[in-house]
């Protein structure tokens, strides 16, 4: 198989004097089922269309493959999804046919038009469509953000069973199900790996406890050498001193002695060097993983939230119930179901949004709420001026956002320009630094790096806050939920 081979690439978007990548060297097969992993901003996106050839960079990337991007831009989504299946793709209909059904969408969705596909069945169809293009290589991205539970895992099987992309995504489910490979965007590094996230996930805390331990010894040698150092310069010293008044021969056997202590400082300092210079080596590439803390209040009342035969309904449908829900204290609910099920609907009411529903929903008098909602679109201004406008404590919001890995430098930008992790990342911090007897977040990890899921996940586990949430992340909810609310 081709190779797709990246020589010493350097990159910085202009205007800025910060390296995204610096000399980077390494080489990828593509017949391989490559996962893309690393930290939010550490850039991923960057590196995909850097493949497309979008900007100027020094060094060389060489590959035999032409290369197409999910997600796909639609120009005319009125067209039927045939029709814009086929403007890309040249496969006859039963190969569509047969591509969808491997995706559990219908086969008339091919004569509907593709506007009126959900996102979800969007997602799908495309996929389908660029699979199907012969000699090309897939670089798709975050494909997940529009599938729920079960279309993420319909799609990761159906990734399996195909060879020759890259795949950004931050669910370790989905990335477990369909790649042979990983590669990570580290601190200081970037590499390549055989196997899935979990193996990956599994070698980096080997190494990273190999490193803290190695590093640990070399700090207790080092701090020995000098001590045998100072020691041995004492020595020396007081025997230099002892050669005044001396007789002659006494002179030059403490000379030679005096020497000899020199020399065994000399050889101390050098090992001592050494020893340093190896530790310098160590921890460049290992993840901040800074413990996020939460302090929930506590209600006088058992059950915070409760619902009686509640049912959404629009108009003459019933979207779903009718529900009996009870949230006690410490509980953690997750309401999952598939896109359209009434999900977000639930949290709205709950939130107060006029709602069409029958039956009831209740909560604690004097119930304080955090919420997280799922858009990000209404934030702007810095995240200073966020958090004034939120009335939070400034310093515990920046805080937070350094713990979750979020560059200083963002802190003076305007918050529209913020990538989709990094708006994610600004509502998580707004809520964490909020106390409250219940948090409801409407799926809070959309483009949130795995490595800040996991500082959530440590966070609820000490915490347990009282909680209702909506999330796809098959492995965070069988994580975090205590109770599962299936609609």
Same mark, same amino acid.
């Given at each position: 198989? #081709?190779?797709?081979?990246?020589?010493? %690439?350097?990159?910085?978007?202009?205007? #800025?004097?910060?390296?995204?990548?610096?000399?980077?060297?390494?080489?990828?097969?593509?017949?391989?089922?490559? /996962?893309?992993?690393?930290?939010?901003?550490?850039?991923?996106?960057?590196?995909?269309?850097?493949?497309?050839?979008?900007?100027?960079?020094?060094?060389?990337?060489?590959?035999?493959?032409?290369?197409?991007?999910?997600?796909?831009?639609?120009?005319?989504?009125? %067209?039927?999804?045939?029709?814009?299946?086929?403007?890309?793709?040249?496969?006859?209909?039963?190969?569509?046919?047969?591509?969808?059904?491997?995706?559990?969408?219908?086969?008339?969705?091919?004569?509907?038009?593709?506007?009126?596909?959900?996102? /979800?069945?969007?997602?799908?169809?495309?996929? $389908?469509?660029?699979?199907?293009?012969?000699?090309?290589?897939?670089?798709?991205?975050?494909?997940?953000?529009?599938?729920?539970?079960?279309?993420?895992?319909?799609?990761?099987?159906?990734?399996?069973?195909?060879?020759?992309?890259?795949?950004?995504?931050?669910?370790?489910?989905?990335?477990?199900?369909?790649?042979?490979?990983?590669?990570?965007?580290?601190?200081?590094?970037?590499?390549?790996?055989?196997?899935?996230?979990?193996?990956?996930?599994?070698?980096?805390?080997?190494?990273?406890?190999?490193?803290?331990?190695?590093?640990?010894?070399?700090?207790?040698?080092?701090?020995?050498?000098?001590?045998?150092?100072?020691?041995?310069?004492?020595?020396?010293?007081?025997?230099?001193?002892?050669?005044?008044?001396?007789? $002659?021969?006494?002179?030059?056997?403490?000379?030679?002695?005096?020497?000899?202590?020199?020399?065994?400082?000399?050889?101390?300092?050098?090992?001592?060097?050494?020893? $340093?210079?190896?530790?310098?080596?160590?921890?460049?590439?290992?993840?901040?993983?800074?413990?996020?803390?939460?302090?929930?209040?506590?209600?006088?009342?058992?059950?915070?939230?409760?619902?009686?035969?509640?049912?959404?309904?629009?108009?003459?449908?019933?979207?779903?119930?009718?529900?009996?829900?009870?949230?006690?204290?410490?509980?953690?609910?997750?309401?999952?179901?598939?896109?359209?099920?009434?999900?977000?609907?639930?949290?709205?009411?709950?939130?107060?949004?006029?709602?069409?529903?029958?039956?009831?929903?209740?909560?604690?008098?004097?119930?304080?709420?955090?919420?997280?909602?799922?858009?990000? #679109?209404?934030?702007?201004?810095?995240?200073?001026?966020?958090?004034?406008?939120?009335?939070?404590?400034?310093?515990?919001?920046?805080?937070?956002?350094?713990?979750?890995?979020?560059?200083?430098?963002?802190?003076?930008?305007?918050?529209?320009?913020?990538?989709?992790?990094?708006?994610?990342?600004?509502?998580?911090?707004?809520?964490?630094?909020?106390?409250?007897?219940?948090?409801?977040?409407?799926?809070?990890?959309?483009?949130?790096?795995?490595?800040?899921?996991?500082?959530?996940?440590?966070?609820?586990?000490?915490?347990?806050?009282?909680?209702?949430?909506?999330?796809?992340?098959?492995?965070?909810?069988?994580?975090? $939920?205590?109770?599962?609310?299936?609609?």
């Amino acid at each position: 198989m #081709s190779q797709i081979r990246v020589n010493d %690439l350097t990159f910085h978007y202009e205007g #800025s004097y910060d390296n995204i990548f610096e000399h980077t060297s390494f080489s990828i097969d593509t017949s391989w089922k490559l /996962g893309f992993v690393g930290r939010n901003g550490r850039g991923k996106t960057t590196f995909l269309k850097l493949l497309l050839g979008q900007y100027d960079y020094e060094g060389a990337i060489s590959a035999s493959v032409a290369f197409d991007y999910f997600p796909f831009p639609v120009e005319d989504d009125s %067209l039927t999804t045939e029709a814009v299946f086929t403007s890309i793709s040249d496969a006859p209909r039963w190969r569509l046919e047969k591509e969808l059904n491997l995706l559990d969408v219908a086969p008339d969705a091919l004569d509907r038009a593709f506007s009126t596909l959900s996102p /979800g069945e969007q997602t799908k169809v495309l996929l $389908a469509a660029l699979f199907s293009r012969p000699g090309h290589f897939l670089l798709i991205d975050e494909p997940t953000n529009h599938l729920d539970m079960e279309g993420r895992e319909v799609v990761s099987q159906y990734l399996n069973g195909k060879q020759g992309f890259i795949l950004v995504s931050h669910d370790r489910a989905f990335l477990d199900g369909c790649v042979d490979h990983i590669l990570s965007i580290n601190r200081a590094s970037i590499e390549v790996q055989k196997g899935n996230f979990s193996s990956w996930e599994e070698n980096r805390r080997r190494q990273d406890s190999f490193e803290l331990a190695e590093n640990e010894r070399l700090a207790r040698e080092i701090s020995d050498l000098r001590l045998a150092a100072r020691r041995t310069a004492e020595w020396s010293d007081r025997v230099e001193r002892s050669k005044i008044g001396e007789h $002659a021969l006494d002179r030059g056997f403490i000379g030679a002695k005096s020497a000899r202590m020199m020399k065994r400082a000399k050889a101390t300092e050098r090992r001592q060097d050494n020893a $340093a210079r190896e530790k310098e080596k160590l921890l460049k590439d290992l993840e901040r993983n800074d413990t996020l803390k939460i302090t929930p209040l506590r209600h006088h009342a058992d059950i915070l939230v409760e619902a009686l035969d509640l049912a959404i309904v629009y108009g003459e449908r019933t979207v779903c119930g009718p529900l009996n829900i009870a949230i006690r204290q410490g509980e953690r609910a997750a309401l999952s179901g598939r896109n359209g099920s009434g999900k977000s609907s639930i949290v709205k009411l709950l939130m107060g949004e006029a709602i069409p529903h029958t039956g009831t929903l209740r909560t604690a008098s004097g119930l304080v709420v955090s919420y997280m909602p799922q858009d990000t #679109s209404f934030l702007s201004g810095t995240v200073l001026d966020y958090a004034h406008a939120c009335g939070l404590d400034e310093t515990l919001f920046l805080t937070i956002l350094r713990k979750l890995d979020f560059p200083r430098v963002q802190f003076e930008k305007d918050m529209r320009d913020f990538s989709g992790g990094q708006k994610k990342k600004a509502l998580l911090a707004k809520t964490l630094s909020e106390r409250a007897h219940l948090y409801v977040w409407d799926e809070p990890l959309n483009f949130v790096d795995v490595l800040s899921r996991m500082q959530i996940r440590d966070l609820l586990l000490a915490a347990k806050p009282t909680m209702l949430f909506v999330e796809h992340d098959k492995t965070f909810v069988s994580e975090i $939920a205590t109770q599962w609310v299936r609609l």
